[in-house]
């Protein structure tokens, strides 16, 4: 079993910045991981934002997110982060970090169904 557990959601205005953290507490070791941030506003589906593969060599984003969020990791301190710059409204939603346990080292996964272990959510409100 792979727990995360994300911080780092708030109220933020347009054009400001956020960096949500998900942290995989316990004797897992995150480097086993592929991991993903995906989100899910009020009345839609939960959509992919970013993914990245066990090393970091490798990321994707989604069009919406491309030049203003960055996906990264730090397996020494067990924990993904996703950096969310010139934040817009259309961004608000409670935002959910994914893992999956693969042993695949450079492979990367986008949707819902590949991944096993899920955070609780973190909100993200930009306000115009």
């Known amino acids: 079993q792979v727990q995360l557990v994300e911080s780092g959601g708030g109220l933020v205005q347009a054009g400001g910045s956020l960096r949500l953290s998900c942290e995989v507490p316990?004797?897992?070791?995150?480097?086993?991981?592929?991991m993903g941030w995906f989100r899910q506003a009020p009345g839609k589906g939960r959509e992919s934002v970013a993914a990245?593969?066990?090393?970091?060599?490798?990321?994707y984003y989604a069009d919406s997110v491309k030049g203003r969020f960055t996906i990264s990791r730090d397996n020494a301190k067990n924990t993904v982060y996703l950096q969310m710059n010139s934040l817009k409204p259309e961004d608000t939603a409670v935002y959910y970090c994914?893992?999956?346990?693969?042993?695949?080292?450079?492979?990367?996964?986008?949707?819902?169904?590949?991944?096993?272990?899920w955070g609780q959510g973190t909100q993200v409100t930009v306000s115009s």
């Open positions: 994914a893992g999956r346990l693969d042993g695949r080292v450079a492979s990367i996964f986008r949707s819902v169904e590949e991944y096993n272990y």
């Open positions: 316990g004797r897992t070791s995150i480097s086993l991981v592929a």
């Open positions: 990245i593969s066990r090393t970091g060599r490798t990321t």
